[in-house]
């Protein structure tokens, strides 16, 4: 795992210097992130004060991890503490959260957000947010025990430290009860400061524990669907962090304010695929369902939605009346539930009308985010922009925003920048937004990060058998293309066409319908179902799910020429983009590249790229070009 690290004599040394920051700014700059100004003045201002609290409490050589990027997210902590338990002689760790707020009270009298003086909009409670990490890496590091921390301690503990507060300017925040995960700590009481510091570590090296740390063998990520049922009958799987907690607790928010203020509120969830959309509905959901409260969630997607009904419903039909489609709200009465979850909401459309739409209805038909926002007194949306793959696809956060606010409803945003898919690598995410040019910039080389895996396949051949090998019992890969090949019906004795052709190899496309073909799972289950692999899924069977490892074969609708990739609708086979009377060659472009970019994130390790373009192949193999190893250890051994 990725950190800066040093003593915490070391860290006072580089303060001194007046080179702590810009030597921060380089460990960070060379994992291939980015550095915005708040967050260097976060480290010329707090890290400062830290070093020097553990001088004086005498921990000169306590390790500090700056900036520790959190397992399989592109998630950064302020710092974790490493050193030795001064009781046990065991190692001891300290995740501090550092705050340079001087004044904040309770958000509309809410005990998890806060309003902060000088910043725009609602905040989560710092206690909360570092129980957040502190559960996190007891979830996903091996070194730490999974053990509930009331019940038995172990080694970490969590503590935010508002070094400029005074008890009575953030007395709301101290109201919130005290555990080991989260603690509050004011300038004003820096003697308690130092005293939990004592508490904690020895004044002894924390090299080795720090190494043990940073070394530890990571458990892969909860698949959502795999604890899906349980989720919503039990309790919540999933370690919620920052902008995905604040949105969960605006949501949770928003549907008191609703039933005590009768005020209609609608909640906007913006974030790029492995951003956590899905288990922040998934969470609402479960919650609300236990709780025995009107929600329903909605998607555009017919896959996505009979999913979720297989898995998140097993076993009860009151759980799979839960998920609904987006045309389910045509009739629904104004406000007839409380909140309606509006996942994957991109694929909001202009209308629900469709060719079984009975003429009399058809007639009446209002716009889709009309009926949408009319049905609940909270809907919510969760969207990504760079996911529109069909025309009439209209869902994004200005136009949700602007119908909301017409018909007279507060809006909060909530935009995800973190990455959970894909290691954790939001570099890679850069990547691909950068080869399909829908970031405005020219393309970059990949040189690796070392978080995720990408290759290139110079064959088919070669890109299935590398997937074939990491195929097994807990660990799924998956084969997905652009849509350049004729989609055929099953023949009459019961087989696929191979109708994705490459060259002397062939496979067939993923079942049409939801019904099986002889072994090959129907369409909604390609992606979760172990019989999904030796079909090659397309955009709407892979759209919303997620494998270890991905393998997309770029078709030739989409290849490289003087130096850029450049889109031929005419090698496109999806009946959507055949007439350019419907739709425009700039919308046809978009599309394709939106495309492409859905298939090319939907790996949680690794992807493998192969181009039926030669001159592709070769611009792909000037760009990747990684130098720097994987570094993350995974505790299922690969084969």
Known sequence: MSAFRRSAAELLDLSTAGVLADRVAEHVWSTRQGVSPAERRSWQRSLPVLARDLSDAGLGAVEVLVEYQLPLTSRRVDAVLAGVDPRSGEDSYLVVELKQWSAATAYEESDTL???????????????????????????????????????????????????????????????PVTRWSRLFTGQHRGQWLDHLRSRFAPLSGAGAADRFLTSAVRPSRNLLAVAAAELKERSHFTLLDEQHLAYELVMHAVERARTAHH??????????????????????????????????????????????????????????????????MAADVNDIEVLLCDEAHRVRETSVN??????????????????????????????EHQVVRPGELGNVEVISAYARKLGLDVDVVSLHDQFRCGGSAAYERWVLGLLGLDGGPPTVWAGDG??????????????????????????????????????????????????????????????SDRRVGDAPGSAYWATDPAGFGQVGCVYTAQGF???????????????????????????????????????????????????????????RGTVIH???PETREFLAGLVRPVRPVGTVYDIPER
Request: net charge positive; hydrophobic share 40%; glycine share 10%.
């Open 264 to 329: 209609k509120r609608a909640v906007v969830v913006a974030g790029g695929p492995g951003s956590g959309k899905s288990v922040i509905a998934l969470s609402v959901l479960g919650e609300l369902a236990r709780r025995n409260r009107a929600v329903l969630h909605a998607t555009g997607s017919r896959s996505f939605t009979q999913t979720l009904r297989r898995y998140a419903g097993r076993g009860s039909t009151r759980l799979q009346g839960l998920f609904k489609y987006f045309n389910s709200f």
């Open 114 to 176: 806060v309003a902060v003086e000088g910043v725009a909009g609602p905040r989560l409670h710092p206690g909360i947010q570092v129980a957040d990490y502190c559960a996190y890496l007891v979830d996903f590091l091996g070194i730490l025990e999974r053990t509930d921390p009331s019940a038995r301690p172990g080694p970490l503990l969590g503590a935010a430290y508002l070094h400029n507060a005074h008890d009575r300017d953030v007395a709301a925040l101290l109201a919130r």
């Open 546 to 604: 997620e494998y270890d490892w991905s393998g997309v074969i770029l078709g030739p609708d989409l290849v490289a020429r003087d130096g850029r990739l450049v889109t031929r609708r005419e090698e496109s086979k999806d009946p959507e983009l055949r007439g350019r009377g419907r739709v425009g060659d700039d919308d046809a472009d978009r599309l394709i590249r939106n495309t492409y970019k859905v298939l090319l994130t939907r790996g949680m």
């Open 611 to 613: 181009s039926t373009d």
């Open 451 to 512: 978080r995720f895996d990408l290759r290139l396949a110079y064959s088919p051949e070669q890109l299935e058998r590398f997937l074939a090998d990491r195929q097994r019992p807990g660990v799924t890969a998956r084969m997905s293309a652009g849509y350049c090949w004729p989609w055929s019906d099953p023949r009459p004795d019961g087989t696929l066409v191979p109708d994705v052709v490459v060259g002397e190899w062939a496979r067939p496309w993923n079942v049409k």
């Open 355 to 384: 060719r079984y739409t009975p003429r009399a209805r058809r007639d009446r038909a209002r716009p889709q985010l009309d009926e949408l926002i009319s049905a609940a007194r909270v809907p919510v949306f969760l969207l990504d």
